[in-house]
Structure formats: C-alpha cells, structure tokens
C-alpha cells in the first residue's frame, strides 16, 4: 500500500494545508512532496546567477548553522545517533532528476526536481510511533507532516521524498521524525543531512 501525502506550502512559517492525521500501520512505503520555500526564479534580488557545473554540491559540507529563523520556527539540528533507530538515505548524494512534481507548489517555475528514499530502521525490539516529521530545505522551515508512522519492532518503512526549487544550484534537505516509543517514551530523530546536486 502506498500513502501519498504532500507538504504543500508557499512560506516557511505558515501551517501546511494537510487535513486529520493519517493512521497508517500496515503501510510500508510513503510519500512527500515538498517544494523550495524560496520564491520561485526571478522573485529574489541576488543579482546575476551563478552557472554551476553539473553534479555540483553544497559546500561547504557538512552544512554550517542554518539561517536564524523566526522565533517558534523550526530548525534543523545534526543527525542523530541512536541504539534505538537509524535513518539511511537512499542514494545520497541526489542526482537532479528533472521529473515534474505533481503539486501546485511545484508547478510554478520549479523546474528542478530531486527523488530519494528515506529508510526508517527500527533497531530495537519496541513498536515506534511518529506522528510529526519537520522538513527543512537549505536550513530553512518548510512544512510540518502530521502523517501516522508506525515501525514495529526491528521493522523498516520507506518515505520517497520529492524536492522541487526554481534554482539550479546546489542544495541539501533533512527530515526530522518525532514520536513515541510503545513504553510511551518520546523520541525525536533528525534523519541525515542529503545532498541534492545541480543540473
């Protein structure tokens, strides 16, 4: 089974479009569309474009502090590392993929696109539940998925993730998962920084 959900959102400090959460205990795969919170080509001032060469990525690596956000806005923080679960990106770094994303938000002169999976491994013998996954982009905010998660003890579920921006440069993305274990324990799992390479 195969549960879509998209992270729909034009600013990075408004509440994604999402309706009720989504219990999902049987599924194995899911799905998140998302889009660069920076306007689209053509809205930011920076001047000339820089022309990078193809394969480029972000540097320099690991990323440093993310951009300050606004007070209460998410920020990304360093992978973690845990006994009780590990994230793997699947591939890292990302080739730039150039295949439309089928949401509003990247339909508007977001032509450059990344495809990847994120594998949840549950290395203990407890059930985990998410019931929230921040994404970021760049170290920025971008939407906030109330999407159930369930992995049941040393079980495995996979998110395709899907990025689109209106610019070709180098970029990176991170998830961050937060839950609870079944002793009702709270978890919180920042997923590896991915590198998303230029056209």
Known sequence: MIIASCGDQPSPTVASPVGAPAVATSASVFIDMLADPAGPLGTLADGAPVVYPPNTPPSPWPPGPPPKAQPGVPVPTDPTASP????????????????????VSCQTNHP??????????????????FNQRENFFDGRYTST?????QIRGNGTVRIQTKWCSGYGKPHYAQTRFKGRLETGEPIEVSAPWVRLLTP
């Open 84 to 103: 009780t679960m590990h994230i793997n990106v699947e591939p890292e770094p990302v080739t730039h993929s150039g295949v439309p994303i089928p949401i």
């Open 112 to 129: 450059y696109t990344w495809y990847y999976e994120q594998v949840l491994v549950n290395d203990s013998g407890l059930a985990i539940t």
């Open 145 to 149: 998925n109330p999407e159930v998660i």
